[in-house]
């Protein structure tokens, strides 16, 4: 079984979110996404400024098995993206929960409660 994190909400589709305050949230690939994708090499990821919505993509990972998109968890505005991923992708594989995608401002905080527990995100990634 693949861990999950302590202190971020999950999505059925791998990607988690790490609050930061009540309008700002990190979003990443999870520890079980990077082990079935394998060693990662590529990371395609939107520009600071672009406007997400809920379940739409917003990049995609490449790793020597397959190319994946990337859903985000989340409605809002990408305020920053994480640019060292950018020259070593590899980072998501050595750690995912550290190794974020984008810093994102909220549109509506709500939607996190659509989002998975680390317990109800393990049942589904084993």
Do not use: C, R
């Amino acid at each position: 079984m693949s861990k999950a994190a302590d202190g971020y909400l999950y999505t059925e589709s791998h990607e988690w979110v790490k609050p930061l305050d009540d309008k700002t949230v990190l979003v990443g690939i999870t520890d079980y996404a990077q082990a079935q994708l394998g060693t990662v090499v590529f990371v395609d990821l939107p520009e600071a400024g672009k406007q997400l919505k809920m379940h739409e993509e917003l990049g995609a990972v490449e790793s020597v098995k397959a190319a994946s998109d990337i859903y985000s968890p989340v409605s809002g505005k990408v305020l920053e993206v994480n640019e060292d991923l950018v020259g070593e992708p590899e980072k998501i594989n050595n750690d995912p929960y550290e190794a974020w995608l984008v810093k994102v401002e909220l549109d509506d905080k709500s939607e996190l409660q659509k989002l998975l527990s680390k317990a109800d995100y393990e049942k589904i990634s084993k």
